[in-house]
């Protein structure tokens, strides 16, 4: 099971993004990355699958092996020889029929089939920030609480994080040794489908989540492939109204994945005293600007921005794209070693925010 990676190499920028934004909303399994042929040498091409070019007949630096496709002006030019790998399509061909040409493409080169996430009703959401200490997991677990709490919603939280930070909200003392995602992942590697009720833990909300393994988070460790696949049998399981991912704070390949394939992105943004009239910073300016180029699709629209613990006192910067969470240390306790949320007090009145744009959507 594959992702189709695809590098568009064209002249003509604004059809190139026109296409890959088109491409992109209707394919989730397509990820596809813009090059203007003058800086094609700036490119990694090599970790491309297929290679389309725009305005153009020929690349010279293409990697040999690699399935190059021309983009043609007329119908009478458009040729698809899998014989000898010749593929020439029409420039202007309805989206949809390119999309399923070149999964044809892929699937008869490669021998590889393409991912499909699951189409049901469960909808993925994903707490993302450039940088760490944001509070991306407690934003995460407060709003799975919301959501089960107060409006009846079955949720199962995920820590994508590089050090798994589960371990501080939950006591696992007196758990099996044998029941960690990393089993679950074992034993999905070895196509032994145990059901994953074995292996999901439930805190007193009813909010569901994985119990860490030692050392680094595994899901880490999965390729976006991988991990699309192990999303794809959650997801079978028909179990849960939402997943929420606590997302690790770099934007490679598999992250990229998961922020394009949900439904929302809570963005919590660099927070500072000093910031004009509440704008965001020029880091997080260049985080949303190259996720919107390397996912080429509509990010900001699935965009939420907070600002957790609030410190823009002399700003009203509540608006339909924005949420404050107000510094409020006495929604959080430490009992026994472990964290917890309370979500009746200040910090819950963000949260319920943040729930309400996703719903109202």
Same mark, same amino acid.
């Given at each position: 099971m594959e992702i189709i990676n695809i590098l568009l190499i064209g002249n003509d920028m604004e059809y190139c993004k026109a296409l890959s934004e088109?491409?992109?909303?209707? !394919? #989730?399994?397509?990820?596809?990355?813009?090059? @203007?042929?003058?800086?094609?040498?700036?490119?990694?091409?090599?970790?491309?699958q297929l290679i389309i070019l725009e305005g153009e007949k020929k690349c010279e630096i293409i990697p040999e092996g690699t399935i190059h496709i021309l983009l043609v002006? !007329? #119908?009478?030019?458009?040729?698809?020889?899998? @014989?000898n790998k010749i593929f020439r399509l029409y420039k202007y061909e309805n989206v949809k029929e390119l999309i399923r040409i070149l999964y044809i493409i892929y699937n008869v080169i490669t021998e590889k089939s393409v991912i499909t996430i699951s189409d049901n009703n469960c909808k993925m959401i994903s707490v993302f920030s450039s940088y760490g200490g944001s509070g991306k997991t407690?934003?995460?677990?407060?709003?799975a609480q919301e959501f089960v709490r107060f409006r009846g919603k079955k949720m199962l939280y995920i820590n994508?994080?590089?050090?798994?930070?589960?371990?501080?909200y939950f006591d696992f003392q007196n758990e099996n040794k044998f029941d960690s995602i990393g089993n679950y992942?074992?034993?999905?590697?070895?196509?032994k489908y145990f059901d994953v009720n074995s292996f999901l833990k439930e805190d007193e909300y009813g909010v569901f989540f994985f119990k860490p393994s030692f050392g680094r988070n595994q899901l880490r460790g999965l390729c976006s492939e991988d991990l699309s696949f192990f999303i794809n049998?959650?997801?079978e399981t028909?179990?849960?109204?939402?997943?929420?991912?606590?997302?690790?704070?770099?934007?490679?390949?598999?992250?990229?994945?998961l922020l394009k394939n949900s439904c929302h992105i809570v963005y919590l943004a660099e927070n500072f005293k000093n910031i004009n009239n509440g704008n965001l910073t020029r880091r997080d300016i260049g985080e949303i600007e190259y996720l919107e180029n390397k996912s080429n699709s509509s990010i900001r629209e699935k965009l939420i921005i907070v600002y957790n613990r609030n410190q823009l006192t002399d700003f009203d910067i509540k608006n339909e794209l924005t949420v404050c969470i107000d510094t409020d240390f006495d929604s959080f306790q430490t009992v026994n070693?472990?964290?917890?949320i309370n979500i009746e007090r200040g910090f819950g009145e963000g949260i319920k925010s943040i729930a309400d744009k996703i719903e109202n959507d």
């Open positions: 088109s491409i992109s909303k209707l !394919s #989730k399994e397509i990820m596809i990355s813009l090059c @203007e042929n003058r800086n094609i040498y700036l490119m990694n091409t090599e970790k491309h002006e !007329s #119908k009478n030019e458009v040729c698809i020889d899998i @014989e407690s934003v995460s677990l407060g709003l994508y994080e590089e050090c798994d930070g589960t371990w501080n992942l074992y034993f999905l590697n070895k196509e049998k959650l997801m028909n179990l849960f109204d939402y997943i929420i991912f606590d997302c690790h704070t770099s934007l490679d390949e598999s992250t990229l994945w070693g472990i964290k917890k």
